[in-house]
């Protein structure tokens, strides 16, 4: 499965649970973090536990998305959907 | 509108302005916040923000340095937040981890300490808890002589009782933490105008004799920090005169790098207080996200309670 599939089916449940305005939308550009993004903490953390899981699911590995290190990155300016792609690339492959 | 009362307050207004420049998720929460704050809010935070750069100044700690120990403070916050609703438990469960983790570790405390100040006055919650004690500590001031503090932290709720209560006032401040007394005298040397004594000890609670018997008692944010709360309080109880009083802060789903004991409900919080021998005087109920009661349940939202307590009537 590709990663972006994996991010659209995870975003999928997370919405169910958003107002209209407030869901998530699997395009390259929209921010988890960042001056636009509409996502409370609360939502992100869910949000990324549900990845985690799914990744868990499909690939048989644990992994971390929200760690100090993501922190030192992500908080700074922006975090999108591109960068968790990214990300999960990364971190599913080691 | 906020914009406005930032500006008539210079210090507070640089660190919101630090911040929110830094965190976009903090900049949400932040305005949010500020919106709907008070005149006596943002006086508070001023005074609270200039004694605050006197402290850091006078530390040679650069102001960059505090406003990331905030944001780690936070971030620290979500991943253990993320933890818990994976894992179903806290991400610590006993007090050595904690210690050496946190209150044994120099940097680690400094910057908990640091980050923690500064959430008096971010985080709704926390300012509302530090409201509900200056209210209590001025009430109550006219019957303390003798006050004890148990894990005094960054030292603003302390400041609060050194303004409120009578000078002659026996001030005791205990913590089992040489970083966090170290952290509080040098914030409370510096706010300290009525140049009052204060004892700073280095102590575990379990270890004050029962013969000595306070007026008032603060203990915020400590009863999660412990394996056996009850016993604190039971503790407590015996430390207290018979028309003292308690003000105690805790917390419920609330995992954090330290918290070892998950209170899972206001009530189960309320039951151990009086099941170890307490009346509750007054209270809030504080959850950090502005939902309905039945989704912060539900959703394992952190809630923030305080408390102002007294021995009941049935003990000695």
Redesign the interface.
């Given at each position: 499965m590709k990663n972006v599939d994996l991010i659209k089916k995870v975003s999928i449940e997370i919405n169910k649970q958003l107002a209209k305005r407030d869901k998530i939308v699997v395009t390259k550009s929209f921010q988890i973090?960042?001056?636009n993004?509409r996502l409370?903490?609360?939502i992100?953390?869910?949000f990324?536990?549900a990845l985690?899981?799914k990744v868990k699911s499909i690939y048989g590995k644990e992994i971390n998305l929200?760690?100090?290190d993501f922190?030192e990155k992500g908080?700074?300016s922006?975090y999108t959907i591109s960068d968790l792609e990214k990300d999960l690339k990364k971190k599913i492959r080691t | 509108m906020i914009t406005k009362e930032l500006k008539k307050n210079p210090n507070f207004n640089l660190i919101v302005q630090e911040v929110i420049g830094?965190?976009?998720?903090q900049?949400?929460k932040i305005i949010k916040l500020l919106d709907s704050a008070d005149k006596l809010y943002f006086q508070r935070a001023e005074n609270f923000s200039f004694f605050f750069f006197k402290y850091l100044k006078k530390q040679k700690i650069k102001l960059n340095y505090a406003i990331n120990a905030y944001?780690?403070l936070c971030?620290?916050m979500?991943?253990s937040?993320?933890y818990f609703?994976?894992y179903k438990k806290y991400p610590v469960d006993d007090e050595k981890k904690a210690y050496e983790n946190v209150y044994n570790n120099f940097h680690e405390m400094k910057s908990y300490m640091i980050g923690l100040a500064v959430s008096q006055f971010l985080w709704s919650t926390h300012y509302a808890m530090y409201s509900f004690f200056i209210k209590k500590i001025t009430q109550e001031s006219s019957k303390v002589n003798n006050y004890l503090e148990v894990g005094p932290g960054h030292g603003l709720f302390l400041a609060q009782a050194l303004e409120k209560l009578d000078k002659k006032t026996n001030f005791e401040i205990i913590d089992i933490s040489k970083t966090s007394i170290k952290i509080t005298k040098s914030i409370i040397n510096l706010i300290n105008k009525k140049k009052i004594n204060i004892n700073y000890k280095k102590k575990n609670v379990f270890n004050i004799k029962k013969s000595k018997k306070f007026d008032f008692i603060t203990m915020g944010e400590v009863l999660e920090h412990v394996a056996e709360p009850k016993k604190l309080l039971i503790k407590l109880k015996s430390l207290i005169t018979k028309n003292g009083s308690i003000f105690v802060s805790t917390c419920v789903d609330c995992p954090s790098i330290d918290h070892i004991y998950h209170f899972k409900t206001v009530q189960e919080i309320e039951k151990m207080i009086k099941e170890s021998g307490f009346v509750i005087l007054d209270k809030k109920i504080l959850p950090v996200?502005d939902k309905p009661m039945k989704e912060i349940i539900k959703?394992k939202?952190t809630i923030n309670y305080c408390a102002h307590i007294k021995k009941s009537n049935n003990e000695k």
């Open positions: 973090f960042g001056p993004s409370d903490s609360l992100i953390v869910n990324f536990i985690e899981e929200l760690s100090g922190f908080l700074k922006k | 830094k965190s976009s998720l900049k949400k944001l780690k971030a620290d979500m991943i937040q993320k609703l994976k996200e959703n939202i």
